[in-house]
């Protein structure tokens, strides 16, 4: 397998310096990202972000889309269109938290996202927090963070976006946004519209004569609207308020062991977000307050009469936050931050139930969280990094969290920086308020799942000269013990209930390599990451279990992602490679999915018409029809085409 | 990172000098190439995709012996048909897609033999295989839409009667021409049944999600003839098993619900359906009977209650001494070999792996244990 991916990578390499010759000689002016001017926090940990260019080449991709071509997540996708979950350096879908400007939003009922309803277009940076590096804000994070993050331009001006795709599966994806202001009011609205059919055919195997199958009942109706407002009072302080409301309605597709499924889901979500900051030259004070109110709905009919039986569950999640962020300046070589959460959820679900008069009741929880840390700067070479969390869930005190890291720059000259990186730290991941309440097995005395985390790292980059080479080698190896895992697990009969059975030991190296080579009209970008995680149940349920020292389930030991791109004026070409290794489908590894590889191809036109300009994506996914499946029988799709015209106003 | 640096500056010469050459259509043409070359590298058969497994022994005789249904992981998994030979000890694992190439579906229920035919119930994915028990060959399907199935009863040659978890009805299906009749509709959960002389008596239960108000746990009384509900009789909550002894009573054991827990074992008249004795289980948190089986000549009751229990039909209180204590296990299915006089209890360990068969005989002793499929469920002699 290696030898293809170097073949394709080579191949690709050459398609893109082939076709690159089709540009014109309109010159291509380089975006310029404007970096803060403070110190990034928690040097000494991994974090990553998605470039802003790559947001916009991923305009309709959804969260989850993203995050599987550019980070080494692995992304469970329940079939097209369907549920998307992280798996996270080897852990569970709750273990990853997902921020939008600093607010959780992982439901406080399953602890997880759903990362396919999330729109690309919705955010303008993400960032990702790998292990412990999600410490900073907040618990539970045992694999890591994702952020969205909103930004500002304090500028007068006037953008208009408007884009709209359409892919062979029938699905169209239409997206809108608008940004205007000046130096002391900022405004941006966002819209986008999805109508998705998810149709493709496959091939049945595990059906009789291997029929080929059309995937029908997957269709999806999503919208969403989103509205930031932001202030300037004054010269140091921004108040800024946003509003997102969405909605998605879709089919639940079957598995591959029948043709239909009369079930389907809705998604509903409002999040309101008011925040104040205070920014100097010595501090930083920010304290936000927010709203979301998540509202899921299921249904599915159990028989034939002309108004069927259905089964029907509905869940409101009301959830109030209010953070406080305080960051100073002690001096240059030091820097404090300290702050706290504070975070009440309380959920009307009709899984909730009384247990002695098995009336419908509320679950609510409360959570107190603070923490204080320190990132200082004893030598130039050196950065030092120390944090405390301590949490109380509904009064009660969970484990105190502290996590130390260190960077040391080990070697420069003129060319390249070589520094290395060292870190633990201790967290934990409270359970969920399905694993508390779940009416009738929900559990309330479960502990919470927590462990010790180490990381370290080399990383090698060029020093950033007018070069026109630019490269980084970045190598982080881990490990990891999560004790009291929770799963779900019959305690009697078919009843399934939640329970800290396992002791999960994950361990992994991570390893990834950027190029850039920029000159003239030209660019040409490398990247590829190659992550090796191996997450094993250490403690055995009985004497029959055979799921110890066993690979978790849906967890790839290997994976790789990749791209190469280039651009040369207006035409981008951009060859992204995915590739994952085996995954088990039961504990015991008696069932097991293959590895599976996924090219996609994306070529893009900008056309310049004046102050505005019109793009063009043109994007095969799949290109080599690799038949695969992300859960067990669940089908995926072959090669899907899909074009995409957007408009930029005042570009 | 310095040869990666000159294998690209290697390249970028290159195609410096292709421009000057002007060869670009000579690019193009090795790319076609190329890309027409990966395509038959990067190509796989549909096969891969799906879910694999080293599907074991498979012996291919399966005229002795008896059948282990595995249920399966709900919608993503895949149900499974084991055959334990008790003669020569050998065990077949898969052996409905060994035979047949291709997946039961998820949640096999159960499976009932018939007339030289094996009709395996597939709850989730709605219908009912029928294969030849004896070399488990496929011989079709019944396919009901939007049903769960559970049990099967053959009334005749002709017809069989098919219990339902979330439907509130029963099905008639036609034996012959293996399809759907009717539907009867019921006020809940049918499950298990038992045929004496005309009648069919089927339990009607109540998911533990079902708050409605009308319809209770009952034992229905049908007529076999006309498939109509002649009468029913109110039994504590949870009615699950139904068996005949040997003096013609009906037994029903209630598993007490999931949280009133009150179970119960309950011995009724068929004719009048008379209630003529009740053995209340304690409320204790874990109580939780299942699997009523009987014995060859119906004069023993076998059930799981954490451990396995004997009961004597004549018995005047329960049997408080279990016969075969769990001992670190969770018997999630029971069965009884009337020809060998043994006991068949399973063990689904967290029900994400191979679950595990012991074998007893009669006074509790261990015979042997052998790995199955995912959640072993019922045994079929």
């Known amino acids: 397998m290696k030898k293809l991916i170097n073949t394709l990578l080579l191949v690709s390499g050459f398609i893109t310096w082939g076709m690159a010759q089709e540009t014109d000689s309109t010159f291509y002016l380089q975006e310029v990202t404007v970096k803060e001017n403070r110190i990034p926090p928690r040097v000494s940990f991994k974090n990553t972000s998605i470039e802003k260019e790559q947001l916009r080449e991923n305009l309709t991709a959804s969260l989850g889309e993203i995050l599987a071509l550019k980070t080494p997540i692995f992304i469970k996708n329940y079939g097209a269109g369907g549920t998307a979950t992280p798996s996270f350096r080897g852990t569970g879908a709750s273990h990853t938290q997902v921020y939008w400007n600093g607010i959780n939003l992982n439901s406080p009922m399953l602890g997880q996202v759903d990362l ?65 202001g000046n130096s002391k009011l900022q405004s941006t609205t966002k819209a986008f519209y999805k109508k998705a059919n998810n149709r493709f055919d496959f091939v049945n195997t595990i059906q009789p004569g291997q029929p080929t199958w059309t995937n029908k009942h997957a269709q999806q109706q999503q919208h969403g609207f989103l509205q930031e407002l932001s202030a300037k009072l004054g010269k140091k302080q921004t108040l800024g308020i946003k509003a997102w409301y969405q909605q998605s309605k879709r089919d639940l597709a079957p598995s591959m062991d029948k043709k239909e499924e009369f079930a389907w889901q809705g998604d509903e979500s409002l999040r309101l977000l008011a925040e104040w900051q205070l920014n100097d030259s010595k501090k930083n004070l920010s304290l936000k307050g927010a709203y979301i109110h998540d509202k899921l709905e299921y249904e599915k009919e159990l028989n034939n009469a002309a108004q069927p039986k259905t089964s029907y569950s509905l869940s409101n999640g009301h959830i109030y936050k209010l953070n406080g962020i305080a960051n100073f300046k002690i001096s240059n070589q030091l820097y404090l931050n300290s702050g706290f959460k504070w975070d009440y959820d309380e959920i009307s679900s009709t899984s909730y ?6 009336e419908k009741t509320n679950a609510h929880q409360n959570t107190f969280d603070l923490y204080t840390s320190a990132e200082w700067l004893p030598v130039p070479s050196l950065s030092i990094s120390l944090l405390f969390r301590q949490q109380w869930l509904d009064s009660e005190r969970k ?36 694993d508390r309440y779940w009416y009738p097995v929900g559990n309330p005395q479960l502990k919470p799942e927590e462990g010790w985390t180490g990381e370290g790292g080399l990383q090698l980059q060029t020093a950033s000269t007018h070069r026109p080479w630019h490269a980084s080698y970045e190598l982080t190896a881990f490990n990891s013990v999560i004790h009291n895992w929770i799963i779900w697990k019959p305690a009697i009969s078919n009843l399934w209930r939640p329970e800290n059975l396992r002791e999960v030991h994950s361990q992994g ?21 190659a992550s090796v995680v191996k997450s094993e149940n250490q403690k055995p349920y009985d004497d029959l279990d055979d799921s110890v020292d066993k690979q978790l389930l849906y967890t790839p030991v290997s994976s790789f992602q990749g791209y190469i791109k280039v651009k040369h004026k207006q035409n981008t070409l951009i060859a992204e490679q995915t590739a994952y290794g085996k995954r088990y489908t039961q504990n015991d590894g008696s069932e097991w999915l293959n590895p599976y590889y996924l090219t996609n191809l994306v070529y893009g036109r900008e056309f310049s018409l004046g102050k505005h300009l019109l793009s063009l994506q043109a994007r095969i996914n799949n290109l080599f029809g690799y038949h695969y499946q992300s859960i067990a029988r669940k089908p995926m799709p072959n090669r899907v085409y899909q074009l995409r015209l957007t408009f930029h106003m005042n570009e | 990172m310095s040869s990666v640096v ?31 070359s990966l395509l038959v590298l990067a190509c796989n058969e549909p096969e891969e995709a799906a879910p694999q497994a080293d599907l074991g022994f498979a012996s291919g005789k399966y005229q002795q012996g008896i059948f282990i249904t595995n249920e399966g992981n709900f919608d993503w998994g895949h149900g499974t048909i084991s055959h334990f030979n008790p003669e020569t000890g050998e065990v077949s694992n898969n052996i409905f897609k060994q035979k047949n190439g291709f997946e039961l579906g998820n949640v096999v229920q159960s499976m009932t033999l018939h007339k030289d035919k094996g009709y395996v119930v597939v709850n989730n994915s709605a219908r009912i295989e029928i294969v030849n028990p004896a070399t488990m060959e496929w011989q079709g399907r019944i396919h009901i839409p939007k049903s769960s199935p559970r049990y099967l009863l053959p009334l005749s040659n002709k017809k069989a009667y098919v219990t339902d978890l979330y439907a509130d009805r029963f099905y008639v299906i036609d034996l012959q021409k293996d399809s759907l009749i009717k539907e009867i509709p019921t006020t809940g959960w049918t499950e298990k049944m038992t045929q004496l002389d005309k009648w069919v008596f089927m339990t009607q239960t109540r998911t533990v999600f079902d708050n409605r108000k009308e319809g209770g746990e009952l034992l229905l009384k049908i007529d076999g003839a006309t498939d109509q509900v002649v009468d029913s009789v109110a039994l504590p909550k949870g009615p699950m098993d139904v068996v005949l002894d040997a003096r013609n009573k009906l037994w029903v054991l209630c598993n007490g619900g999931l949280i009133e827990r009150t179970p119960a074992l309950v011995k009724i008249n068929p004719y009048t359906l008379e209630i003529e004795k009740q053995f209340d289980f304690g409320n204790d948190a874990g109580t939780y009977p299942s699997r009523l089986r009987m014995n060859d000549n119906g004069t023993k009751l076998y059930y799981l209650n954490h451990h396995i229990y004997e009961q004597d039909i004549d018995a005047d209180t329960l049997n408080q001494e279990p016969l075969v204590p769990a001992n670190g296990r969770l018997f999630y299915g029971l069965g009884f070999d009337t020809q060998l006089q043994q006991v068949y209890a399973c063990d689904a360990i967290d029900y994400v792996q191979q679950g595990w068969v012991f074998r007893f005989d009669l006074l509790g002793v261990k015979i042997d244990s052998f790995k199955v499929g995912v959640i072993p469920g019922e045994f079929v002699f």
């Not at chain 1, 969205?148 to 809108?176: D, G, P, R, T």
């Not at chain 1, 139930?353 to 098995?358: E, I, R």
């Not at chain 1, 080579?517 to 990247?527: A, I, P």
Request: glycine share 6%; hydrophobic share 45%.
């Open chain 1, 116 to 180: 396919s309803l999330f729109p690309v277009a919705f955010t303008d940076e993400i960032e990702v927090n790998y292990g412990a590096a999600s410490l900073l804000y907040g618990t539970g994070g045992l694999g890591g963070a994702i952020q969205m993050n909103s930004k500002v331009a304090w500028k007068k001006q006037f953008q208009l976006m408007a884009s709209q795709s359409v892919n062979s599966m029938e699905n169209h994806i239409s997206n809108a946004s608008l940004t205007f």
């Open chain 1, 353 to 358: 139930k009384d247990l002695d008069s098995g």
């Open chain 1, 509 to 529: 190296i991570e390893q990834v390599l950027k190029i850039r080579y920029q000159q003239n009209n030209w660019r040409l970008d490398f990247f590829a990451s």
């Open chain 1, 399 to 434: 484990p105190f969290l502290p996590s130390l890291g260190m960077k040391y720059a080990l070697w420069t000259n003129a060319t390249f920086i070589l520094s290395a990186k060292a870190n633990l730290s201790r967290n934990f991941h409270a359970p969920t308020l399905n």
């Open chain 2, 6 to 36: 000159k294998v690209f500056q290697f390249l970028l010469m290159q195609y410096k000098v292709l421009i000057k050459k002007n060869v670009s259509m000579k690019i193009l043409k090795c790319l076609f190439f190329s890309l027409l």
